[in-house]
C-alpha cells in the first residue's frame, strides 16, 4: 500500500540557514507525484512544490526545491536562506498515477519546522 | 485570483447533530477534494468530486457525504455528530482530476461537544 514518511516530527534552524525535510514513499505505481505542502498556525495548507514520477530534473520554486532519489524513493524539501516566517507544519504527500486520474493524496505525518533569529 | 473559499471557519455542535460544509473552489476549478485533519490520525482523504460526480472515495463511514453542484461549489455533510468528529475539514479544488495540483482552503474547524 501506498505511504509516506516522515522521520522528523520537530527541526529547528536558524534564520538564513538552509534546512532539509525529509520524506520517503512507498508505491508500485511507476507514475506518481510527490508533493510539499506548508502549514501555519492558520490552518491553511499551501501548496509549495511538486515533482513528477518522470521528471528528470529535481523540481525548485523559489526557495524551495525538491531532492528527488528515486531509487531510494526520497524526496526531501530543501528551504534555502530560512525566514522566521517559515515556521510552520510541513507535510510530504503523494498522488498515486494508477488511482484512475483521481485526486488522492496520501499525507506523512508531518514535520514541524521552528526557525529561531 | 480568489483562492478557495470554506465557510463556516467554525463550528461547534453538539454529538448527534448534523452538519454541513461548504466550499466554492478557485474560479475554473471543476475538482474538488476534501480532507479531514485530527491530531490523531493526521490528514485524510474522505471523497472528490469532479462535473458533480463522486470519483473517489475514503474509508469513512456513511454518515459522511457530498455532492457538487454545476457552479463546482461543494457542500459535505456529516450525520449524526460523534465526539470524534471534531477535526479540521479542509477542501481543496484543482483544474481538474489526476494530474493537477490541489490548493487548498482555509479550513472548518468543527468541534463536537
Known amino acids: 500500500a501506498q505511504k509516506i514518511t516522515q522521520t522528523q516530527p520537530g527541526m529547528f534552524v536558524q534564520e538564513k540557514e538552509a534546512v532539509t525535510l525529509d520524506c520517503t514513499y512507498d508505491t508500485s505505481d511507476p507514475s506518481y507525484g510527490l508533493f510539499w505542502y506548508k502549514q501555519p498556525s492558520s490552518g491553511e495548507m499551501i501548496f509549495l512544490i511538486y515533482q513528477g514520477s518522470y521528471d528528470q530534473q529535481n523540481a525548485t520554486e523559489g526557495r524551495y526545491s525538491l531532492n528527488f532519489q528515486k531509487a531510494r524513493k526520497s524526496a526531501n524539501l530543501v528551504i534555502s536562506a530560512s525566514q522566521l516566517g517559515d515556521s510552520a507544519m510541513y507535510f510530504c504527500?503523494?498522488?498515486?498515477?494508477?488511482?484512475?486520474?483521481?485526486?488522492?493524496?496520501?499525507f506523512g505525518a508531518g514535520t514541524r519546522l521552528a526557525v529561531h533569529p | 485570483k480568489a483562492g478557495v473559499t470554506q465557510t463556516p471557519r467554525y463550528l461547534i455542535k453538539t454529538r448527534g447533530q448534523q452538519v454541513t460544509l461548504s466550499c466554492s473552489p478557485i474560479s475554473g476549478h471543476r475538482s474538488v477534494s476534501w480532507y479531514q485533519q485530527t491530531p490523531g490520525q493526521g490528514l485524510q482523504f474522505l471523497f472528490e468530486?469532479?462535473?458533480?460526480?463522486?470519483?473517489n472515495k475514503g474509508n469513512f463511514p456513511g454518515r459522511f457525504s457530498g455532492r457538487q453542484f454545476s457552479n463546482s461549489r461543494s457542500e459535505m455533510n456529516v450525520s449524526t455528530l460523534e465526539l470524534g468528529d471534531s477535526a479540521l475539514y479542509l477542501c481543496?479544488?484543482?483544474?481538474?482530476?489526476?494530474?493537477?495540483?490541489?490548493?487548498f482552503g482555509p479550513g472548518t474547524r468543527l468541534t463536537v461537544l
Open positions: 504527500a503523494m498522488r498515486e498515477g494508477s488511482s484512475g486520474g483521481y485526486n488522492k493524496l496520501i
Open positions: 481543496a479544488s484543482s483544474l481538474g482530476t489526476g494530474v493537477y495540483t490541489q490548493y
Open positions: 468530486y469532479f462535473s458533480e460526480t463522486q470519483r
